[in-house]
């Protein structure tokens, strides 16, 4: 167990729906990363939060968005969703915006038919 | 040129077989170098993590860095079905907020009993 949790785990949906995705990092973890993987491909970075502000941005959406809470979690909405944002979405955590370790949760598999 | 190479496979070796999986990187940035598991539909599991060129032993895994030519391995000893899984190498790179994490896409591995 990373210590990361992420809900739901599963989630099915109809195209141009919204959805949230939500990450709890690890106690003490100021840091939170998305990342999203497709069947069969690398993991894909999605966006990175650090003590509430975004830091760092890859290849994310206009459709996605993200947060930072107070308390540290995390949210990734994916709005006006199609059959493509089919995948398996991971939030990961590091301490102090990381110094080379990410400790992933188990991931949200959204299935957008 | 993709900032980090790896051989997808799949690589299928025999049970008890030392198996060798490597990473490329053209980046001189990079500061730290990570091997992640990830067993199928499961969140990538950190594994070994190391800072310098040289080897690490952890149990029957040894990882190598060798940055003067941008190359790092994994070595997995006595290998057993359980360590079927994708294996994904990971190095990070100074940004102005901590560490950017460049993943590459990972090897596919199957060990047969």
């Known amino acids: 167990d990373s210590g990361v949790t992420q809900t739901p785990k599963h989630l099915i949906t109809a195209t141009g729906q919204r959805v949230t995705l939500r990450c709890s990092p690890r106690s003490g973890d100021l840091s939170v990363y998305w990342y999203q993987q497709s069947l069969d491909q690398g993991l894909q970075f999605l966006i990175q939060?650090?003590?509430?502000?975004?830091?760092a941005k890859g290849n994310i959406l206009e459709r996605f968005s993200a947060q930072q809470f107070p308390d540290l979690h995390s949210e990734l909405n994916l709005s006006s969703l199609e059959l493509g944002d089919s995948a398996l979405y991971f939030c990961?955590?590091?301490?102090?915006?990381?110094?080379?370790?990410?400790?992933f949760g188990e991931g949200s598999r959204l299935t957008v038919l | 040129q993709k900032e980090v190479e790896q051989d997808p496979g799949p690589l299928s070796v025999p049970e008890g077989a030392i198996v060798s999986l490597n990473c490329t990187y053209s980046n001189s940035a990079f500061q730290y170098f990570m091997w992640y598991r990830q067993y199928s539909r499961k969140g990538p599991e950190l594994l070994m993590y190391?800072?310098?060129?040289g080897n690490k032993e952890d149990g029957r895994f040894t990882a190598q860095v060798d940055k003067s030519s941008k190359y790092i391995s994994l070595f997995i000893r006595d290998s057993q079905p359980s360590d079927s899984a994708t294996y994904l190498c990971?190095?990070?790179?100074?940004?102005?907020?901590?560490?950017?994490?460049?993943f590459g896409p990972g090897t596919r591995l199957s060990v047969l009993p």
């Open positions: 990961a955590s590091s301490v102090r915006g990381g110094n080379g370790e990410l400790f």
């Open positions: 939060y650090y003590n509430g502000e975004e830091r």
């Open positions: 990971a190095m990070t790179e100074p940004s102005n907020y901590g560490q950017n994490f460049v």
């Open positions: 190391t800072y310098s060129s």
